[in-house]
């Protein structure tokens, strides 16, 4: 067999894994895994972040680091099975992705690589959004810069991010006061609606206005729902 040799090895490396994923593919492999496209293994993804997700919540709140160990091997699973199909398709293989995000670190952070100086996080992440800008202006995928944000994300993260665009790049974004006045407006009318198109605008408004209001206390909307939910979940299942 021409595996015999990773099923003798007592530890197995990086090496030994992108063998096993070429093994995988390979006509004498599974034909599951033969079969994965980069469009099939999308739900794979999202499944696995979610995963990732609860693991790293699992040990924030137990120490207990197995389940983070395994999903973030699955993510890497992801990461080299999309490398290994890419590469069979001929547009790049899994030294070009490490090569890629290496030369991002580098260039995105000038003030360890290079001469730029700065005196804190928030002025590494301005000087961080300008180089990613430079980055992708000749990117001619990119349609507009609020199209540049995925539609895949999870809807609370990107209202949060489209109104973040917008106000640094079209028109300065509603202040916290005025948020909350509109939060008051809105539910004070949920009352008097009546039709379902009614209740759908307004329920529409009210989650923006909402996604607006962490994205100006600088919150994270989407774990903090998520957070709710499983605070939910708990009470009525201990």
Known sequence: MAFE??????????????????????????????????????????EEAAELLAGIRIYDQTG??????????????QVVMHSTIAEEEGIFSFEDVVEEV??????????VFGEVEVSDSKEVLVNWE?????????????????????????????AQKVLKKIDKLYEP????????????????????LNSEDEKTQTVKQLFLLVADYARVNHLHGEQILEDGIEELIRRHEQ
């Not at 090496?15 to 599951?32: A, M, V």
């Not at 207990?64 to 395994?70: A, T, V």
């Open 5 to 46: 040799h990773l099923l003798q090895k007592k530890t197995l490396n990086f090496q030994d894994f992108q063998e096993i994923i070429h093994i995988l593919r390979s006509k004498e492999g599974c034909p599951w895994d033969r079969e994965q496209t980069h469009m099939s293994l999308r739900s794979c993804m999202q």
């Open 64 to 77: 207990n680091y197995e389940n983070l160990k395994e999903e973030l091997g699955d993510i890497l699973l």
């Open 102 to 111: 290496s030369k991002k670190m580098i260039r995105r952070h000038p003030h």
């Open 130 to 158: 300008e180089i990613k800008k430079k980055e992708k202006k000749d990117m001619d995928f990119l349609i507009t810069p609020l199209r540049d944000i995925p539609i895949e994300m999870p809807s609370i993260a990107k």
């Open 173 to 192: 974004g509603a202040s916290q006061e005025e948020i909350i006045q509109k939060l008051e407006e809105e539910v004070k009318g949920l009352s008097a």
